[in-house]
DNA sequence: GTGCAGAGTGCAAACGATTGCAACCGATCG
DNA sequence: CGATCGGTTGCAATCGTTTGCACTCTGCAC
């Protein structure tokens, strides 16, 4: 079934013209008669010509194609960024070219070297990039936008986790929370460390106590985390994600742990299962699909060749479900 | 930032030999000094050459691309498909190029159509092509291979949706199910067809009565379908995904119906989320990952210049958890 | 009838890499 | 000492497309 591909120069053969008149006629060039352009398009079609797109390119000398890194491509937060990024820069032309790092920093250099030889731009999404490894990445002649972590000299889009742990914790506080607990992600995550930087200040402020413990990002993370969490003095807890926030309910509910009235449960992200999870999980909703378009309005205007604009903040807003409760008056007596 | 870039013709220059001796040197070829190649490396390196990857393939006549399209992104099951297909194209020198049709078999047609000029093959996963759509994609001049849709004169892997049915029914049976309800997904859907296919054929074998109703792919579709399900005569229910389970399962504890005492819940696919749904989701296990893994050595087999292999099937692994039980003894009670 | 504008067309040179072939080198052999 | 040979290197063609420029041709004005 694999057929012989149909070059400009066939259909100028079967035409009767010249090369630069298909080109011309089917790329719309103005100087060109009516009649003609028909006449090639229709015996264009009819060969079932499709310009090479490659050789195309490679004459015209930019790439219409964006590289993309993610940590994990199963992570719904990933995914949803990378639905709206690939919307809009299809429709701007432009398509994607995505890698998977699956959260190593040195992978991900490889990632990103290899990338950007096929790609006019690149859009490294949570990057898990050391601090030299970021700025090797910089230096490359291709734009760079970062979703999730901010950075000089380049495009910059992110959540504003100030907002979002204040959202958060003073939820809590509201529900009588003084002691809380925060379940960490992965160290090379640029964002868990804004979450626990301003965690930590906006505890500071509300005159709440911060306890922090090293996570993980996937469901198992959380449900390990479960015996720790019991044994803590704090009686709500902050996961990383909603990912990590279901797996601790789920250790919660095997462990006859009553969420919320011993313990309250929120985290980030609010990816669909946090509504169906049981109980549905109070989480910080944050528009994902946006954060790709708006990376991609950051690249499209320099790729116009103006300067980087200011980088994007996305401000999210919390999703209150039953997962959170009040305080229980007296301390835990149960043991783990 | 935006450094400007280096060219064969820079080195050559720079280390005082023409283009083609550099070429030699940094693509290994054996007929060249050992002392030229190393000072070509050297000054290649430092002058931080990176050879224009769109020329390389534009000359060499082959891309180094595989297209791929897939319904929804957010999906977990498509995730880990691509993230198998990803690492083993990747291995063999070949990058993804990836599509979302957002289940639209219109906007599917069209995505193959751009990604074809891209690529030098292409993926169709969990195609929702039509059949004529199929065909136009199969007549373009690369390999396709479809993923979880068989098809003649292309690559095939599938799940074996017959082992799959079977599988799920004989554990309904022995707890005394005789009457199961099926919750539909996407009409679109080939695998949904086989699923449907297969369980009648095997109800039929094991004189089981199966209902049948529509549905969808995601949470909220299994959520809706709660009030039918629980007015419908049956006690057990397969539904089309996990998504769509761990929705059913939250209606259920919403509206306290006791999930397995009551009914029965068991599905497709065991994504990581089944074991944190409360009751854990009986599912059958598949590899998804193997999957795409399975798919690329197909398109390698293929770009080789080899015939198709046969189809690869994959046989799922029933995972028996908390969520389906033994059948309750009398019709059920309580109404909706 | 010659000149000239302007529209329409074709020729040929790019883009950056790879590679067949010819040219060159010093050394060895007859 | 010249021919030959193996090992290196460079020249130039090539991939499919776009596009600047030169050219042809028609029609109109003088």
Redesign the interface.
Known sequence: ?????VRLIDVAREAGTSVSTVSRALNGSDLISPEVVAHVRAVAGELGY??????Q??KLGR?L?VGVTVPD??N?FF??V??GL??SA?AGGY??????SGEDPAEELRLVE?????SGALVLCSSRLTRSGLEKA??????VVCINRTVK??GAVAIDYRAASRLLLEHLTGLGHRRVLYVGGPATSWSDGERRRTLRRTARSLDVTLDEMDGGW??NHG?DAGPTVLSSRATAVITFND?VG??L??WM?DNDVDVPAELSVASYDDI??A????P?LTSLRNERARLGELAWEQLATRLAGNDWPRPDLLTPELVVRASTGPARRRARIRTS
Not at 1 to 5: K, L, T, Y
Not at 50 to 55: L, P, S, T, V, Y
Not at 114 to 118: A, G, I, T
């Open positions: 079934m694999v057929a012989e591909r499709r310009a090479d797109k490659r050789a390119e490679f790439p194609t491509l199963t719904p995914s949803e990378l639905k690939a919307a299809r398509r994607l070219l995505i890698g998977e290899e990338l950007v030889d096929h910089l230096a490359l002649p291709v734009p000299n380049a996937a469901g449900y990912l279901v797996g309910l789920s509910h669909p299962i509504a169906y999870a049981r549905p």
